[in-house]
């Protein structure tokens, strides 16, 4: 293998920039040459459009700088026409074009969907870091983004909780998490919450509404409420107005963090954790792995197949739970 490529696909997450930037320089370490593709899937099919390519090579100086940065200089799309037949084969033969032998793939599920597609039509070897705030991938113990969207959430949480304490209010805080409640119980835990709702557990109205009321019996006079995106009992504002047609005497707001929690400079842990994987996945490319995701488990790198990170799903923490349930009273 001479020749390999990265690119970044779905929802940008802080530290993206520090993996490719670790693909990158040691794509150079191993006497390799290194492509950058644009706008994932979408850049890979579209090949050069006017005078900005999306295709182009990569040196050390292209990352230079970049690992404090949010985001990521690639850019990050998703791409309808890479689900097509056609729309593949034209992303092969703009592979083949630029002699590209071997990809790496930062993203999430739908990343490692399409790049799973791609090996078994084309045979162009693919490895994927994960990559998305969400941490609902099946084989790592954390995702590149996921702490430091944990900890913007938080600040956030202090902020609201102080507002809260001021006006004897109770606020219904919704982060993201559309299928995982990672997220959620990690900023709930850290920011002090009385209750954390999740996809993953059956909530019930009647259990919020008696936790803020034997809360005000207690004497406790602000509450906070953190409700994940995909929560089933509805986002935050119907939960919200469920909890108030019952308890009239309360005082509640409710605020949704949406995408302030994609952005942002990343912590020192997920510039690390994206380094190592980066620096792993060319590794990986180079010792012959394919359809693999390269995550971090017990604090050593694994290599989990993209079919078992997609089909499975990651089991939540329920210790957690319990632990936000103990510590609110």
């Not at 308890?247 to 690390?272: C, M, S, Y």
Request: hydrophobic share 40%; with cysteine; glycine share 12%.
């Amino acid at each position: 293998m001479k020749t390999i490529a990265v690119f970044t696909s779905g929802g940008d997450a802080p530290g993206m920039n520090a993996c490719i930037r670790a693909v990158v320089r040691g794509a150079i370490y191993y006497n390799l040459r290194v492509f950058g593709i644009r706008r994932g899937y979408a850049g890979m099919i579209r090949g050069a459009v006017g005078r900005e390519e999306d295709i182009f090579e990569m040196t050390s100086k292209s990352v230079s700088n970049i690992i404090q940065r949010g985001g990521t200089i690639l850019k990050s799309s998703r791409s309808k026409e890479f689900m097509t037949p056609e729309g593949r084969a034209e992303a092969y033969e703009n592979l083949k074009k630029n002699n590209i032998e071997g990809v790496v793939a930062i993203g999430g599920n739908g990343t490692f969907t399409g790049a799973e597609i791609f090996h078994k039509e084309y045979g162009i070897p693919i490895v994927g870091a994960p990559g998305t705030i969400d941490n609902d991938l099946y084989g790592t113990d954390a995702t590149i983004g996921f702490d430091t969207a944990v900890n913007t959430a938080m600040e956030a949480i202090d902020k609201i909780r102080d507002t809260a304490g001021s006006h004897d209010r109770v606020f219904f805080v919704e982060v993201m998490g559309r299928d995982s409640g990672y997220l959620a119980i990690r900023s709930g835990i850290s920011g002090g919450a009385e209750l954390v709702l999740i996809p993953e557990k059956e909530d019930s109205i009647e259990n919020v509404i008696d936790t803020l009321r034997k809360g005000w019996q207690r004497q406790k006079t602000s509450s906070i409420v953190i409700v994940a995106e995909g929560e089933e009992l509805g986002n935050a504002n119907s939960v919200a107005h469920r909890v108030q047609q019952e308890l009239k005497e309360l005082d509640i707001r409710v605020t949704t963090l949406g995408h302030i929690q994609r952005g942002g400079t990343p912590t020192a842990l997920d510039r690390i954790r994206a380094s190592r994987i980066g620096l792993a996945c060319v590794e990986a490319l180079l010792a012959g792995k394919t359809n693999v995701m390269v995550g971090i488990h017990n604090h050593k790198i694994v290599h989990v197949p993209f079919w078992e990170t997609i089909q499975k799903k990651k089991p939540f923490q329920e210790d957690m739970l319990r632990m936000v349930e103990i510590l609110s009273i």
